[in-house]
Every structure is written in C-alpha cells, then in structure tokens.
C-alpha cells in the first residue's frame, strides 16, 4: 500500500467526518497543502476550492498577513485563560467587531464556534427575560429552510421538516416556526406573508424570548434568499410586541452577500447577532455573539447577573489575533509588501464574482432537471427538481478541476474573494459537470 492508501485506510476506521457513516463509505480526497485557491492533493491534482472551506476562507490559502499574525502571535502566546485575564487581540477584536456591526450593538461575548454563538445568543435572550421577571418567555420564533448549528438548541430552530434534524422531533425544545419566506432578493415584500408574520409574533409575544433568522440568505437549510424588507418586518413587530429579535450573520457576515453584514440590506440593527466562518479568514475557529446594551443591562439586573457561559477557549489569543488581520485584509488596513489584497475594496471583487457567477451559470438555467439558477454577492446557487448524486456530481466537478461540496437538491458555490476571473469561469466550468453528471 502506498503512503496515501494507509493514510486513507486508518482515516476509514478511525475518523468519523461531518455527516457521514462510521466507518466510511466513501473515501475522501487527501489534501497535502493549500495556497491561494487552490488544494494540491496527494495524487498530485489541484483543485479550485469553490467552497472557501465552507465558507470560511475568504482570502484564500497562506495570506502573508494572516500567516505573519499568526506567527507573531505565537511568539508571544498562543492561549490564555480568560476569566479573569484578557489580552490586546480579544480586546481590539472585540472593539472592531462593535464599531462595524450594525448600530446599537455595543458588547461582544468571543466564543469557539457558529453553533456556540447561536447557544450563546439564545441564553443571552433568555436570560434577559428571566431577569425582567418575564420567566415565560422560553420560546424561540423562525422560519422555515433555516440551519443555524448542530448543537441542541441551535438544531431546535433549524427546520423541522426539511433539515438534517428532523430525527430529534420530541427531544429538542419545541419552537414556534413561521412559513418559508417568499424567494427572491428583490422580489419585494409579499403583505400577506408579512401579515402573518406579524399575526404570529403577536399570538406568541407572551411566550417568546427572540425571533432568530439569517437575514436575507438561508444557508445550508436551501440557500434561500429572501428580500431584505422582510428584516423590517420582523424589527418592527419584536419592537411593538416586545419580543428580541437575533441575526444569524454566521454565513453572511464579512461581505459575503455584497454588504458588510446582511443585515446592512435593510438598514435594520437586531438586539443579537452572531458571526463566525469568515471571522478568521478560515484560519482559526473563532466566533462571537454580539448584543446591545440593554440586553446586558437586563442580564445585569437579574438574580444572576451574570451570563452563565464560559468557553475554555473563550477570546483565544491566536485566533483573535489573525481575525484581527483578517479584517484588517478585507477593509484595506493590511497589505503585504504594500500591496493590498483588495485594490478597488472587497465590495467591487464580490460584485466581480458576482457578475462572472451570474454569467457563467447562465446556460444551466432552463436545462433538463434544472429548478432555478439564483446569484447573491459571491454566492451562485444551481437548484435541480430532484436530489443531486453526490459522488456522480463531486467527481465531475473534480474532474473539472474544482472542489465542491453539493447536498440535498444543490449545486452551489461560495468561492474566496481573491478567486479571478479564470478560475471562476473554471468554477461555474465545475458546477456545469456537476449539474450534467447528477441529471444523467
């Protein structure tokens, strides 16, 4: 056996990958390194990554800066403890975080993952209530083809019918879910839709502690995107029901779908927010759960006034540090040898990618099994009428040069921002194969 089958060998009988059988049925592909967009695999191929790592990894692979951020920092600690200590990059990331996140969010609680921060956020929101003397309000109001995490009460809000979770029905807490909403970014509100979302927040406003939606693009529930007055909708009805109102940005955050957070489409701040993915430019895992100052205050004010969570990992230094850079990559404050990564500014690349995206996955649309072709930002969908052949579809794909990662019904791609314009042809090149291969 070579080198790479006893590595795939022990990989089979001893690592359980993300939803996947134990032991596996399918091998996976070996990646030996990374730079740029690229993955140079064990058998000596390269593929684009059209996945940023899901999502993740939006500079791509060994950036100067991140890469030197991350060693500096190792030069002076890699982790510390944070109850009672703190540090400059939990410190300056915290304060970045605030000053570009929608108005009136004002504290950030650092913590390991997305699905933590949805936890987090949740506790936050219950909490709060509990420390109004408002205990009854436990329950969480979303909408339907929603994902926000695999830990339990993240789960409890992912859809219900649809969604991976379906097999825990009786276990998790039971959540109140409104209608999918109407498709399509710019499709307009649809009044009676919003009717009765309000209708709903208003019969439950007794019971409910937050309404929790990812603002304007449904990720791994559909990638399903939604108009962004829909987002007003929900802020006026939690403000006049008294209700909290919590963006799952974890997907979209850090420019993903053309705006520095979805949220910023609607001009509309939330009492919560959480980001994650792009945080760390893919590096590190690193989340956060941000709140505004009344939220704190409420929590402040109760029996315990403090939030019962803390991480071990909580405000890592490491992680902080290269998110620090990270962010300093997409908003033009960190340049390698003095030039910057994005010369024009992220927001003309996203509207690059978006326009080669919409280009390039132009012919699927209309084709044989083929259900809609949508675009957002650096975001191109293929939806087919039936559920994609995964292993027919990935090999193609492969076989195109491209790496990505179908499920469900869906052939998509959310590519680095840093991708040009020939290695996005060669993606929607990829997707075109994967879309041919699972129709056959």
Known sequence: MSATDK???????????????????????????????????????????????????????????????????????????????????????????????????????????????????????????????????????????????????AMSVCDPDGGMHRMWEGVLPRQVFAGLPPAGFAAGVDEAYAARLRRLIEEHAGELAAVIVEPVVQGAGGMRFHDPGYLRVLREACDSCGVLLVFDEIATGFGRTGALFAAGHAGVSPDVMCVGKALTGGYLTLAAALCTAEVAAGIGRGELPVLAHGPTFMGNPLACAVAGASLDVLLGDGAADGAPTYPRGWRAEVRRIEAALTAGLAPVAGQPGVADVRVLGAIGVVQ?????????????????????????????????YVTGDADLAAVCAGIRAAVAASAR
Not at 25 to 52: H, K, Q, Y
Not at 389 to 412: C, E, N, Q, S
């Open 7 to 153: 590595l795939l060998e022990l990989d089979r009988q001893r690592v359980w990958h993300p939803y996947a059988p134990m032991p596996g049925t399918r091998a996976p592909l070996v990646v030996e390194s990374a730079s740029g967009v690229r993955l140079r695999l064990a058998d000596g191929r390269e593929l684009i990554d059209g996945m940023s790592s899901w999502w993740a990894a939006i500079h791509g692979y060994r950036h100067p800066v991140l890469d030197a951020a991350a060693r500096d920092q190792l030069g002076r600690m890699s982790h510390v403890m944070f109850g009672g200590l703190t540090h400059e990059p939990a410190v300056a990331l915290a304060d970045r975080l605030v000053t570009l996140a929608p108005e009136g969010l004002e504290h950030a609680f650092l913590c390991d993952s997305g699905s933590v921060a949805v936890e987090v956020a949740v506790k936050m929101c219950l909490q709060y209530w509990r420390s109004r003397g408002k205990s009854a309000k436990t329950r969480l109001l979303t909408w339907r083809g929603g994902y926000h995490g695999d830990t339990f009460m």
């Open 384 to 416: 087919l009428d039936r559920e994609v052949d995964i292993a027919a579809a990935t090999d193609a794909a492969a076989a195109a040069g491209v790496w990505l990662r179908p499920f469900r019904d869906l052939v998509y791609t959310m590519p680095p």
